[in-house]
Nanobody
Framework: QVLVVESGGGLVQPGGSLRLSCEAS????????MSWYRQAPGNQRELVAE???????NYADSAKGRFTISRDKTENTAYLAMNSLKPEDTAVYYC??????????????????WGQGTLVTVSS
């Protein structure tokens, strides 16, 4: 089983910054990609940013120029640095991890795991 835990959310004023963390643990053999999604009340969950194993990144238009995704491969951890936050960034932010896990060595199985989410509120 793979466990994904997000942290770093909170209340911040417009124009402020936050840094979210996502840590994956368990019988992980390799990670293909780590992604951040968000879901605001009444809205569908949407992709914010993703980072592939080779370091390639992809951002939603709303995140470009303000958010930066990064990854520490040694710790199976991803970060989302968010700057110039706006009220419309208010949402629950979820981390998604896609990769391979060890079922019973040397047997591997694909996995896709979500965290429980961390709330970001941008308000004065």
């Amino acid at each position: 089983q793979v466990l994904v835990v997000e942290s770093g959310g909170g209340l911040v004023q417009p124009g402020g910054s936050l840094r979210l963390s996502c840590e994956a643990s368990g019988m992980i053999f390799s990670i293909n990609a780590m992604s951040w999604y968000r879901q605001a009340p009444g809205n569908q969950r949407e992709l914010v940013a993703e980072i592939a194993n080779d370091g390639t990144t992809n951002y939603a238009d709303s995140a470009k120029g303000r958010f930066t995704i990064s990854r520490d491969k040694t710790e199976n951890t991803a970060y989302l640095a968010m700057n110039s936050l706006k009220p419309e960034d208010t949402a629950v932010y979820y981390c998604n991890v896609d990769g391979l896990r060890v079922v019973r060595a040397p047997e591997l199985d694909a996995f896709n795991a979500w965290g429980q989410g961390t709330l970001v509120t941008v308000s004065s």
